[in-house]
Protein backbone atom coordinates (compact mmCIF):
# COMPACT_ATOMS: atom_id res chain seq x y z
CA UNK A 1 0.00 0.00 0.00
CA UNK A 2 1.05 3.65 -0.25
CA UNK A 3 2.30 5.39 1.96
CA UNK A 4 1.51 9.38 2.34
CA UNK A 5 2.77 11.89 5.00
CA UNK A 6 0.39 15.36 5.33
CA UNK A 7 1.74 16.15 2.24
CA UNK A 8 3.66 14.48 -0.80
CA UNK A 9 6.14 17.34 -1.39
CA UNK A 10 9.02 15.90 0.61
CA UNK A 11 12.44 17.79 0.60
CA UNK A 12 14.84 15.46 2.95
CA UNK A 13 17.94 17.63 4.20
CA UNK A 14 21.32 15.98 3.49
CA UNK A 15 22.00 13.76 6.18
CA UNK A 16 25.06 10.97 6.45
CA UNK A 17 21.93 8.75 7.77
CA UNK A 18 19.28 8.12 6.29
CA UNK A 19 16.55 7.39 9.04
CA UNK A 20 17.13 10.93 10.55
CA UNK A 21 15.71 12.89 7.96
CA UNK A 22 13.54 16.03 8.77
CA UNK A 23 11.04 16.30 5.78
CA UNK A 24 9.82 19.91 4.76
CA UNK A 25 6.10 19.72 5.08
CA UNK A 26 3.51 21.65 4.41
CA UNK A 27 1.17 21.33 7.02
CA UNK A 28 -2.12 21.49 5.67
CA UNK A 29 -1.10 24.60 3.71
CA UNK A 30 -1.19 26.47 6.55
CA UNK A 31 0.16 29.79 6.53
CA UNK A 32 3.02 31.27 9.01
CA UNK A 33 0.41 31.25 12.63
CA UNK A 34 -0.34 34.52 13.71
CA UNK A 35 0.05 35.46 17.42
CA UNK A 36 -3.69 36.93 17.82
CA UNK A 37 -5.09 33.63 17.21
CA UNK A 38 -3.41 30.00 16.54
CA UNK A 39 -0.45 30.57 18.93
CA UNK A 40 -1.77 32.47 21.63
CA UNK A 41 -0.19 31.69 25.02
CA UNK A 42 -1.78 30.77 28.07
CA UNK A 43 -1.10 31.48 31.39
CA UNK A 44 0.10 28.33 33.53
CA UNK A 45 -1.23 27.28 36.80
CA UNK A 46 1.47 25.32 37.64
CA UNK A 47 4.04 28.12 38.08
CA UNK A 48 2.17 29.51 40.39
CA UNK A 49 2.39 26.64 43.26
CA UNK A 50 6.37 26.83 42.65
CA UNK A 51 7.21 28.15 46.19
CA UNK A 52 4.19 24.91 47.96
CA UNK A 53 5.28 22.30 45.70
CA UNK A 54 8.69 23.02 44.54
CA UNK A 55 10.05 23.18 48.50
CA UNK A 56 10.77 19.19 48.70
CA UNK A 57 12.89 19.45 45.72
CA UNK A 58 16.73 19.99 46.26
CA UNK A 59 17.46 20.95 42.75
CA UNK A 60 14.69 24.37 42.40
CA UNK A 61 18.49 26.11 42.37
CA UNK A 62 21.07 25.34 39.77
CA UNK A 63 24.56 24.99 41.17
CA UNK A 64 27.41 27.05 39.33
CA UNK A 65 29.14 24.31 37.02
CA UNK A 66 25.01 23.47 35.57
CA UNK A 67 24.61 27.32 35.17
CA UNK A 68 27.33 27.52 33.79
CA UNK A 69 26.80 24.49 31.25
CA UNK A 70 23.24 26.29 30.37
CA UNK A 71 24.70 29.49 29.34
CA UNK A 72 27.82 28.51 27.67
CA UNK A 73 25.57 25.58 25.84
CA UNK A 74 26.41 25.00 21.94
CA UNK A 75 22.84 23.88 21.47
CA UNK A 76 19.29 23.65 23.71
CA UNK A 77 16.83 20.87 22.87
CA UNK A 78 13.44 20.93 23.32
CA UNK A 79 10.80 18.84 23.98
CA UNK A 80 7.21 19.95 22.50
CA UNK A 81 4.39 18.60 24.26
CA UNK A 82 4.09 19.75 27.85
CA UNK A 83 7.04 21.40 27.69
CA UNK A 84 7.24 23.85 24.31
CA UNK A 85 3.01 23.73 24.40
CA UNK A 86 0.88 23.61 26.80
CA UNK A 87 -0.78 20.07 25.75
CA UNK A 88 -0.06 16.77 24.94
CA UNK A 89 -0.40 16.78 20.77
CA UNK A 90 -1.61 12.85 20.30
CA UNK A 91 -4.22 13.56 23.50
CA UNK A 92 -5.68 16.60 22.23
CA UNK A 93 -5.86 14.64 18.98
CA UNK A 94 -7.16 11.75 20.36
CA UNK A 95 -9.76 13.64 22.05
CA UNK A 96 -10.78 15.59 19.23
CA UNK A 97 -11.36 11.67 17.97
CA UNK A 98 -13.31 10.60 21.17
CA UNK A 99 -10.72 8.65 22.51
CA UNK A 100 -9.67 11.01 25.05
CA UNK A 101 -9.30 9.35 28.19
CA UNK A 102 -8.05 6.23 26.60
CA UNK A 103 -4.88 7.25 25.37
CA UNK A 104 -4.60 10.03 28.33
CA UNK A 105 -4.41 7.07 30.77
CA UNK A 106 -1.55 5.49 28.12
CA UNK A 107 0.73 8.74 27.80
CA UNK A 108 0.82 8.96 31.28
CA UNK A 109 2.16 5.73 31.44
CA UNK A 110 4.49 6.38 28.77
CA UNK A 111 5.97 9.62 30.29
CA UNK A 112 6.21 8.29 33.72
CA UNK A 113 8.37 5.08 32.08
CA UNK A 114 6.40 2.83 33.22
CA UNK A 115 5.33 1.13 29.97
CA UNK A 116 8.24 1.40 26.64
CA UNK A 117 7.38 4.56 24.75
CA UNK A 118 7.09 2.34 21.77
CA UNK A 119 4.41 0.13 22.79
CA UNK A 120 2.78 3.35 24.11
CA UNK A 121 3.06 5.03 21.42
CA UNK A 122 1.73 1.94 18.76
CA UNK A 123 -0.92 1.05 21.59
CA UNK A 124 -2.59 5.19 21.42
CA UNK A 125 -2.57 5.33 17.79
CA UNK A 126 -4.27 2.12 17.48
CA UNK A 127 -7.34 3.20 19.61
CA UNK A 128 -8.51 5.32 17.37
CA UNK A 129 -6.52 5.50 13.90
CA UNK A 130 -6.57 9.10 12.90
CA UNK A 131 -7.23 9.71 9.20
CA UNK A 132 -5.44 12.17 7.27
CA UNK A 133 -8.52 14.17 6.76
CA UNK A 134 -9.50 13.98 10.77
CA UNK A 135 -5.60 15.59 11.18
CA UNK A 136 -6.34 18.24 9.09
CA UNK A 137 -9.31 19.29 10.61
CA UNK A 138 -7.69 18.67 13.37
CA UNK A 139 -5.00 21.41 13.19
CA UNK A 140 -7.51 23.60 11.34
CA UNK A 141 -9.78 23.58 14.68
CA UNK A 142 -7.75 23.00 17.63
CA UNK A 143 -4.27 25.30 16.97
CA UNK A 144 -1.61 24.44 19.16
CA UNK A 145 -1.09 26.65 22.40
CA UNK A 146 2.33 28.11 23.35
CA UNK A 147 3.79 28.01 26.77
CA UNK A 148 4.11 31.33 28.59
CA UNK A 149 7.58 32.72 28.10
CA UNK A 150 9.14 30.48 25.48
CA UNK A 151 8.91 32.47 22.77
CA UNK A 152 11.16 35.38 24.46
CA UNK A 153 13.53 31.89 25.59
CA UNK A 154 14.25 31.12 22.06
CA UNK A 155 14.68 34.26 21.24
CA UNK A 156 17.11 35.07 23.94
CA UNK A 157 19.36 31.74 23.02
CA UNK A 158 19.06 32.74 19.50
CA UNK A 159 20.27 35.90 20.08
CA UNK A 160 23.40 34.87 21.64
CA UNK A 161 24.30 32.00 19.36
CA UNK A 162 22.79 28.79 20.58
CA UNK A 163 21.08 26.98 18.04
CA UNK A 164 17.55 25.22 19.11
CA UNK A 165 15.69 21.91 18.21
CA UNK A 166 12.76 20.20 18.97
CA UNK A 167 13.21 16.59 19.77
CA UNK A 168 10.10 15.34 20.19
CA UNK A 169 7.75 11.91 20.53
CA UNK A 170 4.78 13.81 18.73
CA UNK A 171 3.97 14.02 14.97
CA UNK A 172 5.84 16.21 12.60
CA UNK A 173 2.54 17.51 11.35
CA UNK A 174 1.45 18.76 14.33
CA UNK A 175 5.26 20.28 15.30
CA UNK A 176 5.96 22.26 11.85
CA UNK A 177 3.51 24.99 12.56
CA UNK A 178 5.15 25.54 16.10
CA UNK A 179 8.56 25.87 14.75
CA UNK A 180 7.33 28.34 11.71
CA UNK A 181 5.99 29.90 14.70
CA UNK A 182 8.18 30.07 17.30
CA UNK A 183 11.57 30.75 14.03
CA UNK A 184 13.07 27.25 14.65
CA UNK A 185 14.00 25.88 11.00
CA UNK A 186 12.15 22.94 10.22
CA UNK A 187 15.46 20.63 9.66
CA UNK A 188 16.00 21.45 13.16
CA UNK A 189 13.11 18.81 14.19
CA UNK A 190 13.12 14.94 14.99
CA UNK A 191 9.95 13.80 16.00
CA UNK A 192 7.43 11.04 14.24
CA UNK A 193 5.93 11.03 11.39
CA UNK A 194 2.12 9.78 10.70
CA UNK A 195 1.64 7.75 7.72
CA UNK A 196 -1.42 7.37 5.44
CA UNK A 197 -2.53 5.45 2.58
CA UNK A 198 -3.57 6.32 -0.75
CA UNK A 199 -7.17 7.10 0.63
CA UNK A 200 -5.88 8.85 3.40
CA UNK A 201 -6.38 6.09 5.70
CA UNK A 202 -3.93 5.97 8.67
CA UNK A 203 -1.88 2.92 8.13
CA UNK A 204 1.03 3.58 11.18
CA UNK A 205 3.56 5.68 11.72
CA UNK A 206 7.49 6.00 10.70
CA UNK A 207 9.20 3.23 12.89
CA UNK A 208 12.54 3.93 11.85
CA UNK A 209 12.42 7.94 13.15
CA UNK A 210 14.85 7.24 16.21
CA UNK A 211 11.98 9.58 18.46
CA UNK A 212 9.62 6.37 18.01
CA UNK A 213 11.04 4.11 20.83
CA UNK A 214 12.53 4.55 24.33
CA UNK A 215 16.04 6.11 24.47
CA UNK A 216 15.08 7.54 20.88
CA UNK A 217 15.86 11.28 22.18
CA UNK A 218 19.35 10.39 23.25
CA UNK A 219 19.94 8.70 19.58
CA UNK A 220 18.69 11.78 18.16
CA UNK A 221 20.50 14.71 20.58
CA UNK A 222 23.91 12.26 19.75
CA UNK A 223 23.40 12.86 15.83
CA UNK A 224 22.62 16.31 16.62
CA UNK A 225 26.17 16.07 18.76
CA UNK A 226 28.21 14.42 15.59
CA UNK A 227 27.14 16.19 12.86
CA UNK A 228 27.28 19.56 14.11
CA UNK A 229 30.86 19.24 16.17
CA UNK A 230 28.33 20.50 19.13
CA UNK A 231 30.41 19.52 22.60
CA UNK A 232 28.04 20.95 25.20
CA UNK A 233 24.00 20.47 24.43
CA UNK A 234 21.14 21.03 26.91
CA UNK A 235 17.57 19.06 26.86
CA UNK A 236 14.65 20.50 28.25
CA UNK A 237 11.73 18.52 28.92
CA UNK A 238 8.94 17.51 31.30
CA UNK A 239 9.03 13.46 30.75
CA UNK A 240 11.14 10.29 31.23
CA UNK A 241 11.91 9.92 27.39
CA UNK A 242 13.79 13.45 28.00
CA UNK A 243 15.44 12.63 31.02
CA UNK A 244 16.81 9.89 28.83
CA UNK A 245 18.43 12.04 26.64
CA UNK A 246 20.78 13.15 29.40
CA UNK A 247 23.81 10.30 28.90
CA UNK A 248 27.75 10.06 27.42
CA UNK A 249 27.34 11.48 24.23
CA UNK A 250 23.87 12.93 24.41
CA UNK A 251 22.62 15.50 26.49
CA UNK A 252 25.33 17.29 28.84
CA UNK A 253 22.22 18.71 30.95
CA UNK A 254 19.16 17.94 31.63
CA UNK A 255 16.56 20.72 32.59
CA UNK A 256 13.19 19.34 33.83
CA UNK A 257 10.41 22.13 32.84
CA UNK A 258 7.56 21.29 35.30
CA UNK A 259 5.30 24.40 34.02
CA UNK A 260 2.72 22.28 32.75
CA UNK A 261 3.51 18.80 34.29
CA UNK A 262 5.23 17.88 37.51
CA UNK A 263 6.08 14.22 36.94
CA UNK A 264 8.36 13.56 40.04
CA UNK A 265 10.30 10.89 39.12
CA UNK A 266 11.44 12.73 36.62
CA UNK A 267 11.53 16.00 38.27
CA UNK A 268 14.16 14.54 40.95
CA UNK A 269 16.56 13.23 39.06
CA UNK A 270 17.03 16.86 36.72
CA UNK A 271 20.03 18.88 36.80
CA UNK A 272 17.88 21.53 37.30
CA UNK A 273 14.29 21.92 37.85
CA UNK A 274 12.11 24.82 36.48
CA UNK A 275 8.61 25.52 36.58
CA UNK A 276 8.70 29.07 34.91
CA UNK A 277 10.68 29.53 31.71
CA UNK A 278 11.28 33.13 33.63
CA UNK A 279 14.06 31.22 35.41
CA UNK A 280 16.05 30.23 32.62
CA UNK A 281 15.51 33.51 30.89
CA UNK A 282 16.67 35.53 33.44
CA UNK A 283 20.01 33.33 33.72
CA UNK A 284 20.71 34.55 30.13
CA UNK A 285 20.67 38.89 30.56
Same mark, same amino acid.
Given at each position: ?15 ? *? ?5 ? @? ?22 ? #?? +? ?27 ? =? ?5 ? %??? /? ?13 ? &? ?5 ? $? ?9 ? &????? *????? @? ?21 ? +? ?8 ? !? ?9 ? #???? @?? %? ?5 ? *???? #? ?21 ? /???? &? ?8 ? !????? $? ?5 ? =????? +?? /? ?6 ? !? ?8 ? &? ?12 ? *?????
Amino acid at each position: MESLTLNARIVAPTRP *IRRFRSP @LINPLRLKRPSKDLSFMTTAASIP #QA +KASIGLHFNNTCPSKEVLEGWRNADAVCF =DVDSTVC %LDE /GIDELAEFCGAGQAV &AEWTSRA $MSGSVPFEEAL &AARLS *IFNPS @LSTVCEFLEKRPPRISPGIDQLI +KKLKAKGTNV !YLVSGGFRQMI #QPVA @LH %LGIPVQN *IFAN #QLLFGSSGEFVGFDKNEPTSRSG /GKAV &AVQHIKEVHK !YEAVV $MVGDGQT =DLEAR +KP /GGANLFIC !YAGVQLREAV &ATKADWLVFDFQDL *IKTLE
